[in-house]
């Protein structure tokens, strides 16, 4: 069974920056699926990026150019980093490797 574990959640004012890291228990594929998500309370859970084998990156458009995914595969970690927050980026956010997914790690951003 692999487990992942995100960190890097918590309280921030609007314009603020914050880094999620999820640790995945087993050596990450180049291949597989590899990305965050997020979900707010009323809403279906939506991809926010994906990073992939050559290192490129998919991003939902709400958060292009603000929100960076990267992956260190010698420590089996995805980060995404995440700049110029905004309330509306409030929501519980989920590491997804593979078809497994970790517990989320709330983010919310003050006005």
């Known amino acids: 069974q692999v487990q992942l574990v995100e960190s890097g959640g918590g309280l921030v004012q609007a314009g603020g920056s914050l880094r999620l890291s999820c640790v995945v228990s087993?050596?990450?594929?180049?291949?597989?699926?590899l990305g965050w998500y997020r979900q707010a309370p009323g809403n279906q859970r939506e991809l926010v990026a994906r990073i992939f084998s050559d290192n490129s990156a998919l991003y939902d458009h709400s958060v292009k150019g603000r929100f960076s995914i990267s992956r260190d595969n010698a420590k089996n970690t995805v980060y995404l980093q995440m700049n110029s927050l905004k309330p509306e980026d409030t929501a519980v956010y989920y590491c997804?490797?593979?078809?497994?997914w970790g517990q989320g790690t709330q983010v919310t951003v003050s006005s």
């Open positions: 997804c490797y593979r078809n497994y």
């Open positions: 087993e050596t990450m594929s180049s291949v597989s699926f």
